[in-house]
């Protein structure tokens, strides 16, 4: 059995208590997490196993909860977040009720002792500007200036104490996102990373009045910390020393020599040549030389030759706030660039320029909000008033998209709607239309003008209010009726056309993610932990886990309730459509995809419904014991 304990908070009255997990069969925080996976009144996060341990990647802190976005239990994770946490002495914290007002939430550890208080504060005066802030960062820097000294005796790595902050969506959304960066030269830094997906931003300010957590503490963990053990069991497996197998399985995360270029932001653009998303996902109905040339053009020769001549040539590389060789946080002064948020707020807002991106993903990220899920409604209105589905006074709107490829000035027009969509943020925080989802909003306007502005709409569905935009790849693994969708919880590549084979693989895939977010991991490391995370658990803790079967039972637990509603927007089904003639064009003797394109080529919506009732018949059946 792990030993762990659990710190519950009571947020009304400020009264806590610290208790040992029990429960034999928890080893990581989505087995504990789901002991409230449907209680409202909870909020959950932790640390795995091995957060005060010496491998690399291991000090990730996990979200779980109701999400408000998704409608179900959701889990949403940062990077680095639990390098400071472990000194609490404490594996999980549950939160239950409310502040009677907006608070800051104060966790310290000192000489065995755990200190846990509230403040309250007026979130929206700080939003507002602190220093020479807004949002987010002005709040982050406001906690750490009013509590640093407090923390001057706590264990220093990456500074003495860790601030989980939130902006003004997550108040007026269910979009609201939690970011974090680790303290450097007495400051917070710039590189601030985020739990996003899911808006549990959302559910710690409105369900239970949380606007900032602040921790740090005296505690270490000397049993984790024997760099000869876990050398050996990377040895054993892989006859290489942990360092050495952990950058070589980071590769594509610091740089890869294959595209000259790094991180997530390098190598995905480097790659993804005629499948980019690019205007509201309508880069679907071009041509393969049509994609290419906006590829060409627009990314290739100016979006991603910026970056790497800003961000890669220079080697501007951090770490999320714990020590590791993949150094996957690509850097240009004060603008973080990673591909899903510069996907969404960039190509498929009509946006190929990095000073235009990082505008409009700085401010998204000053407002809190979840950039791909924001980017989903900024890129849909912006199609919207490009087809005059809806006019721009209607919405107090000043600015018109230029979403004409063909005539397209990659200055000028990236910057003409980086502003608009700086505008549509502003709209999405005040027009309570836009504030629960992009699901929602569509029908609300067709509701109220008689259009159909659902049929451009990109989201998946889930029960009756549910929503996310997901992950920017053109793959049908990307619109599966999983459970939990808006992470990597399904198969994302582009490889199959078969639904049902799809449907099995994404249960996979969703059951080996879940080795790396119950053992508090960065699914970048994934090319070992899949691999090795069940041989160090079994070994250092002395257990006889069966990492599969044990995740499986989890996935099957949260798939019990599956409420994933079949594709609402015909610009979905097109884009799982228009994927299968791409992939019968590459793979032209695959009989699958001649199949399903005869199919949907007679009836477009029975074939949709078809195809996705087969995607989800595949993950029943890969869930059966």
């Given at each position: 059995m792990?030993?762990?304990?659990?710190?519950?908070?009571?947020?009304t009255?400020?009264?806590?208590?610290?208790?040992d997990?029990?429960?034999?069969e928890?080893?990581?925080p989505?087995?504990?997490a789901?002991?409230?996976?449907y209680?409202?009144?909870?909020?959950?996060?932790g640390a795995?196993?091995l957060?005060?341990?010496?491998?690399p990647?291991?000090?990730?802190?996990?979200?779980c909860?109701?999400?408000?976005?998704?409608?179900?239990?959701?889990?949403?994770?940062?990077g680095?977040?639990?390098?400071?946490?472990?000194?609490?002495?404490?594996?999980?914290?549950?939160?239950e009720?409310a502040?009677?007002?907006y608070?800051v939430l104060?966790?310290?550890?000192?000489d065995?002792?755990?200190?846990?208080?509230?403040?309250?504060?007026?979130?929206?005066e700080?939003?507002?500007?602190?220093?020479?802030?807004?949002?987010?960062?002005?709040?982050?820097?406001?906690?750490?200036?009013?509590?640093?000294?407090?923390?001057d005796?706590?264990?220093?790595?990456f500074?003495?104490?860790?601030?989980?902050?939130?902006g003004?969506?997550?108040l007026?959304?269910?979009?609201?996102?939690?970011g974090?960066?680790?303290?450097?030269?007495?400051?917070?830094s710039?590189?601030?990373?985020w739990?996003?997906?899911?808006?549990?931003g959302s559910?710690?300010?409105?369900?239970?009045?949380?606007?900032?957590?602040?921790?740090?503490?005296?505690?270490?963990?000397?049993?984790l910390?024997?760099?000869?053990?876990?050398?050996?069991?990377f040895?054993?497996k892989?006859q290489k020393?942990?360092?050495i197998?952990?950058?070589?399985?980071?590769?594509?995360?610091h740089?890869?020599?294959?595209?000259e270029?790094?991180?997530?932001?390098g190598?995905?653009y480097?790659?993804?040549?005629?499948?980019?998303?690019s205007?509201?996902y309508?880069?679907i109905?071009?041509?393969?030389?049509e994609r290419i040339?906006?590829h060409?053009?627009?990314?290739?020769?100016?979006?991603?030759k910026?970056f790497?001549?800003?961000?890669?040539?220079?080697?501007?590389?951090?770490?999320?706030?714990e020590?590791?060789?993949?150094?996957c946080?690509?850097?240009?002064g004060?603008?973080k660039?990673?591909?899903e948020?510069?996907?969404?707020l960039?190509p498929?807002s009509g946006?190929?320029?990095?000073?235009?991106a990082e505008?409009?993903?700085?401010?998204?990220?000053?407002?809190?909000?979840?950039?791909?899920?924001?980017?989903?409604?900024?890129?849909?209105?912006?199609?919207?008033?490009?087809k005059?589905?809806i006019?721009?006074e209607?919405?107090?709107?000043t600015?018109?998209p230029r979403?004409?490829?063909?005539?397209?000035?990659i200055?000028n027009?990236?910057?003409n709607n980086?502003?608009?969509?700086?505008?549509?943020?502003?709209?999405?925080?005040?027009?309570?239309?836009?504030?629960k989802?992009?699901?929602?909003?569509a029908?609300?306007?067709?509701?109220?003008?008689g259009?159909?502005?659902?049929?451009?709409?990109?989201?998946?569905?889930?029960?009756?209010?549910?929503?996310?935009?997901?992950?920017?790849?053109w793959?049908?693994?990307?619109?599966?009726?999983m459970?939990?969708?808006?992470?990597y919880?399904?198969?994302?590549?582009?490889?199959?056309?078969?639904p049902?084979?799809?449907?099995?693989k994404?249960?996979?895939?969703m059951?080996?993610?879940?080795?790396?977010?119950?053992?508090?991991c960065?699914r970048f490391?994934?090319?070992?932990?899949?691999?090795?995370m069940?041989?160090?658990?079994?070994?250092?803790?002395?257990?006889?886990?069966?990492?599969?079967a044990?995740?499986?039972k989890?996935?099957?637990?949260?798939n019990?309730?599956?409420?994933?509603?079949?594709?609402?927007?015909?610009?979905?089904?097109?884009?799982?459509?228009?994927f299968?003639?791409?992939?019968?064009?590459?793979n032209p003797?695959d009989?699958?995809?001649?199949?399903?394109?005869?199919?949907?080529?007679?009836?477009?919506?029975?074939?949709?419904?078809?195809?996705?009732?087969?995607i989800?018949?595949?993950?029943?059946?890969?869930?059966?014991?």
């Open positions: 792990i030993p762990q304990k659990v710190l519950y908070i009571n947020a009255d400020g009264s806590f208590r610290v208790e997990v029990k429960d034999e928890v080893i990581g989505i087995d504990f789901l002991k409230y996976a209680d409202d009144n909870k909020f959950f996060f795995g196993a957060a005060g341990s010496i491998i990647g291991t000090r990730r802190l996990i979200f909860g109701h999400s408000p976005l998704w409608d179900n239990f959701y889990i949403s994770t940062m680095g977040a639990a390098m400071i946490f472990r000194h609490l002495g404490i594996n999980y914290v549950v939160i009720n502040c009677n007002d608070s104060r966790l310290k550890r000192k065995n002792n755990i200190i846990v208080s509230f403040e309250p504060v007026n979130p929206e700080i939003w507002k500007g602190y220093k020479d802030k807004i949002g987010f960062y002005a709040l982050q820097e406001y906690v750490f200036d009013k509590y640093k000294n407090e923390y005796d706590c264990i220093d790595e500074g003495k104490l860790r601030i989980l902050a939130t003004p969506a997550s007026k959304t269910n979009m609201g996102a939690i974090s960066a680790y303290i450097e030269a007495d400051k917070p710039f590189v601030d990373c739990a996003g997906r899911g808006g549990i559910k710690l300010v409105q369900k239970h009045k949380i606007i900032a957590v602040v921790y740090g503490g005296d505690y270490k963990d000397k049993s910390t024997n760099t000869d053990e876990f050398n050996k069991y040895e054993e892989f020393k942990m360092m197998k952990d950058m070589e399985a980071t590769i594509k995360y740089y890869d020599p294959k595209y270029s790094g991180g997530t932001f190598v995905n480097s790659a993804t040549d005629t499948w980019l998303f205007f509201n309508s880069s109905y071009l041509s393969d030389d040339k906006i060409n053009d627009f990314i290739k020769n100016h979006y991603l910026q790497n001549e800003e961000t890669i040539k220079p080697k501007h590389f951090k770490t999320c706030g020590t590791c060789p993949a150094m946080k690509k850097m240009r004060e603008y660039k990673d591909y948020p510069y996907e969404s960039g498929n946006i190929f320029d990095q000073r235009a505008k409009l993903n700085h401010y998204a990220d000053a407002m809190g909000l979840d950039a791909i899920q924001a980017g989903g409604v900024v890129s849909w209105v912006m199609e919207c008033l490009d005059s589905i006019k721009k209607d919405f107090g709107l600015l018109m979403f004409d490829w063909k005539n397209f000035d200055i027009d990236s910057n980086a502003e608009l969509g700086l505008q549509i943020i502003n709209m999405i925080l005040s027009n309570e239309i836009f504030s989802s992009i699901r929602h909003a029908k609300e306007i067709d509701k109220k003008f259009v159909k502005s659902i049929n451009l709409a990109v989201y998946n569905a889930y029960g009756e209010q549910g929503c996310m935009v997901p992950n920017m790849y793959g049908p693994g990307l619109f599966s009726p459970p939990i969708m808006g992470k919880f399904q198969y994302y590549k582009y490889s199959i056309a078969n049902y084979e799809l449907g099995k994404n249960t996979e895939r059951i080996k993610e879940l080795y790396s977010d119950n053992s508090g960065c490391h994934r090319g070992w932990i899949e691999e090795l069940q041989d160090i658990i079994n070994r250092h803790f002395k257990l006889n886990i069966d990492f599969f044990h995740h499986k989890i996935v099957q637990k949260i019990q309730n599956n409420k994933s509603v079949f594709w609402e927007s015909e610009r979905v089904i097109d884009i799982n459509f228009e299968l003639k791409k992939f019968l064009k590459e003797e009989k699958d995809a001649k199949e399903w394109i005869e199919r949907f080529e007679k009836d477009k919506l029975k074939a949709a419904k078809e195809y996705w009732e087969e989800r018949k595949g993950i029943s059946d890969g869930l059966r014991d």
